[in-house]
Each structure stands twice: as C-alpha cells, then as structure tokens.
T-cell receptor, first 113, second 113 residues
Framework: QKEVEQNSGPLSVPEGAIASLNCTYSDRVSQSFFWYRQYSGKSPELIMSIYSNGDKEDGRFTAQLNKASQYVSLLIRDSQPSDSATYLCAVNRPNSGYSTLTFGKGTMLLVSP | NAGVTQTPKFRILKIGQSMTLQCAQDMNHNYMYWYRQDPGMGLKLIYYSVGAGITDKGEVPNGYNVSRSTTEDFPLRLELAAPSQTSVYFC????????????FGPGTRLTVL
C-alpha cells in the first residue's frame, strides 16, 4: 500500500513562532512533492513544490526533502493567525506512464495571537 | 483567467437520483482530476483524464462515471446516488509534465438523503 502519512494534529503554536509540519511517504519512486493549504470549507491551495533533496524557500515557507529517509517537511516562520489551516502533503505517484498525486490526511495548524 | 470552476456549489439528492457535477478549466491543462474529500479522510482520487477522450479510474471509482470530450470540460456523473456518496467533490487540473502540480476548483458539497 502506497501511503503518505501526516500527524493529524492539531499543532498549536503562538504567533511569531516557527511551525514545523512533517510528512513521510512509502513509494520510493516518487519524484515530486507538494504542500497544499486548506482553510476550513475551502479548496486546497498549492503553496510549495519541491523535487530535489534539500531546502526550498519561498517567503516565510521552507520545504525540506530527504528522499533517502522518505521525508518531507514544511517550516512556516513568523507564524500568523492567518496561517491557521489544514496542511496537506501530496506525493507524485507514477502510474503506467501517467502520474497521479497521493495525499496525506493533513495536519491542522492553529496559530494563537 | 477563471482557473478551475465547478457547479453547483451545493446539492442535496435523494437516494437513487442521478446528477452531473460540472468542471471546467481555462488554463489549457491536459490533465484533469476528480477527488472526493470526507471528514478526516483526506482526498481520494475518483477518476482522472490525461486528454480529451482519455480517462482512467482512480482509487474510488465505483458509483461514478466520467467523460472528456474537450480539453476544457470534465464532468462527473453520479448514477443511483447513495448516502455513501455524501462528500465534498473537488475537480483539479494540471499540465502534462512530470511535475504534476495540480490546481483545484472551489468544490461541490453533495448530500444524499
């Protein structure tokens, strides 16, 4: 069974702190990794993509990938109450010449003022 | 660009009724997807399409049908609705490349009573 695992949370952090969200995946052939943000009652919004080992930074967000450990993480610096949402990890899954995404169940982040 | 649009936003069906969920995108993406999201269960892939006339089953296709006659449109058909199909349905689209970034529509909330 090819899976993407995330801690369901909630992860509670105070405003201004660093929030660290983690994801592990089981399919070693996966090549592309994504973080989506989903506010309550809304659709998922792509916030970060990462394809190579190491760190990728975009504003307050940093995605980290370690393919050897099959581990992806998302760091949110200077967390704001507006960052409170569920964060979905998604992993590209090659499938007979095409590819689909497998999603984790998401981690709820709560940022308190 | 409107991006990915879905209609209707909300719908209540009686058991045994049928309906079509509409999805359209104006980004000239070849790939389109249908997901369902149940509380605490993450996103599950129902069907996907890699181009006009080409569709394939995802993880949970039973009870659904799709067609893709144009690049822009990807309707999802529910035949003989059952309470188990109560869910939020998301359509997504993406470019035909190895990266497989996907962009989501606003969703349709369906209740079957």
């Amino acid at each position: 069974q090819k899976e993407v695992e995330q801690n369901s949370g909630p992860l509670s952090v105070p405003e201004g702190a660093i929030a660290s969200l983690n994801c592990t995946y089981s399919d070693r052939v996966s090549q592309s990794f994504f973080w989506y943000r989903q506010y309550s009652g809304k659709s998922p919004e792509l916030i970060m993509s990462i394809y190579s080992n190491g760190d990728k930074e975009d504003g307050r967000f940093t995605a980290q990938l370690n393919k050897a450990s099959q581990y992806v993480s998302l760091l949110i610096r200077d967390s704001q109450p507006s960052d409170s949402a569920t964060y979905l990890c998604a992993v590209n899954r090659p499938n007979s010449g095409y590819s689909t995404l497998t999603f984790g169940k998401g981690t709820m982040l709560l940022v308190s003022p | 660009n409107a991006g990915v649009t879905q209609t209707p936003k909300f719908r209540i069906l009686k058991i045994g009724q049928s309906m079509t969920l509409q999805c359209a995108q104006d980004m000239n993406h070849n790939y389109m997807y249908w997901y369902r999201q149940d509380p605490g269960m993450g996103l599950k892939l129902i069907y996907y399409s890699v181009g006009a006339g080409i569709t394939d089953k995802g993880e949970v296709p039973n009870g659904y049908n799709v067609s893709r006659s144009t690049t822009e449109d990807f309707p999802l058909r529910l035949e003989l609705a059952a309470p188990s199909q109560t869910s939020v349905y998301f359509c997504a689209s993406g470019r035909a490349d190895y990266v497989n970034e996907q962009f989501f529509g606003p969703g349709t909330r369906l209740t079957v009573l």
